[in-house]
Every structure is written in structure tokens, then in C-alpha cells.
């Protein structure tokens, strides 16, 4: 019986981050949890695919936009289940344990956000992260567990710059669940730009996106150098 789960991580850049991500994926893989694990790269100037295929990830090459490189990636994978995470995040030990019964369902899942290096900030922002995802909208670095069939039928990511994980969330409105295991993302954005300056710059950018702004115009004005 082969493993059923198919991990896709989106990628620019992301050499400093990815094995934290990958190495924490070593878990699933001895729990027979991981199928393959697919690094969508979206054109990374330094050594990003050449480490993910020193770990055994199957790498492909395409344009940078995440919506996009998470279509690519969903697209190539053949497991059961997609598990689609961010370079710079790491699941917490024990999350194979805990993934293991929602595998029996058919409903899509996010994990608890946590951030590395803590802190009273740190713990204010994934509070709040933690209690919007509970009314189904979890973001992208919390990473989103979801049955390869449910994926297919709401119809995928959409090919965007940003934002592409609130669309596809909105779309799994009634199948979203929390599980009981732990997505430990980085600090470092919110510590270099400031943790209130960042959240409320992540605030109006999702109220400018419910209002209508296009991804392309949310992107062109919103700082994304990496996508780890």
C-alpha cells in the first residue's frame, strides 16, 4: 500500500529555510505518511532546488507566483492527500501522530500556528491566526492538509501572486478543520518590519482584497522578495 500523503512546498529562494521544513518532514516519512514531497520553485537565484534534491524532493521550475507554483505542484503530485507548507515553516514533533485519523475523513485541515523564538507578540499574532482560521480562513503558512479529491472539486489554487490561499480557503468554506498538531512558521518578517506594523499591513491588505482589489494590485505594493 503506498503512503498517501503528497507534500508541495512553493519555493524563491528559499535555501536558508527549506531544510527546517524538509527535516521535519523525516517523521512522516518513517510513519510511512509521505509519498513524495514536491518543491515547486518559481525561478531561485541560489542553491534552493539543488538542496531539495539533496533531500530527495522532486523539484519543478516555473514562474514566480505562488498560486501558480501551487497549482503546478498539486497538479504533478500523486497521492491521496495534498500537504501544501511553506519553506520557512516546520511541523511540530508528533504532528505524524496526529495527521494520522484525519486521513480517514474527507474534510480538509489546518494546523495551530506558532512562532519560532516566541514571545508575547508572537503569541498575540498566532492567537488571532488560530481564531480566524476557526471560522475557515486559515493562511498558507499554517499549513493546509486537504484530500486530493476535495482539492479537484472546488477546483484547485487559483494561478495569483498573493492571496491565493485566502481564495482557496474561501472555497472550502463547511470542510475546514483545525487538527491537534502544531505549524512552528518564522518570525523574522514581523521582527525586521515590526510585529503591529506587519499584522495591520496583513489586515488591510486582506480588506483590501474582500473589497475587490486584484491580486496583481495587492502584490505589486506588497513586499515579497522570498517565498519561504
Known amino acids: 500500500m503506498r503512503a498517501p500523503i503528497s507534500v508541495i512546498i512553493p519555493t524563491l529562494n ?8 524538509l527535516g521535519a518532514l523525516m517523521e512522516g516519512l518513517d510513519a510511512g505518511l509521505i509519498r513524495e514531497v ?10 534552493t532546488g ?16 505562488r498560486g501558480g507554483q501551487l497549482r503546478r505542484g498539486c497538479a504533478a503530485a500523486k497521492g491521496d492527500w495534498l500537504l501544501i ?12 501522530k496526529a495527521v494520522r485519523p484525519h486521513l480517514e475523513g474527507e474534510l480538509a485541515g489546518w494546523f495551530r500556528l506558532s512562532f519560532a523564538g516566541g514571545g508575547l ?3 498575540l499574532v498566532a492567537a488571532w491566526a488560530n481564531l480566524r482560521s476557526r471560522f475557515g480562513l486559515p493562511y498558507g503558512d499554517q499549513g493546509l492538509l486537504i484530500p486530493r479529491r476535495l482539492y479537484d472539486v472546488v477546483g484547485g489554487y487559483c494561478d495569483q501572486p498573493l492571496m491565493e490561499d485566502v481564495a482557496l480557503a474561501r472555497t ?6 483545525g487538527l491537534p498538531a502544531t505549524a512552528i512558521t518564522s518570525a523574522e518578517k514581523y521582527r525586521t518590519q515590526g510585529w503591529m506594523r506587519r499584522g495591520t499591513r496583513n489586515l488591510w491588505t486582506l480588506a483590501r482584497y474582500f473589497a475587490g482589489a486584484s491580486p496583481e494590485q495587492l502584490a505589486a505594493r506588497y513586499d515579497r522578495p522570498t517565498q519561504s
Open 85 to 96: 507548507l511553506h519553506a520557512d515553516t516546520q511541523l511540530g514533533e508528533g504532528w505524524p
Open 121 to 123: 507578540a508572537a503569541a
Open 172 to 177: 472550502l468554506r463547511g470542510k475546514l478543520t
Open 50 to 65: 539543488a538542496t531539495a534534491q539533496a533531500w530527495g524532493a522532486e523539484v519543478l521550475h516555473g514562474p514566480a507566483s
Open 38 to 47: 514536491i518543491v515547486s520553485d518559481g525561478g531561485s537565484r541560489d542553491a
Open 14 to 21: 528559499a535555501v536558508d529555510a527549506l531544510p527546517g521544513c
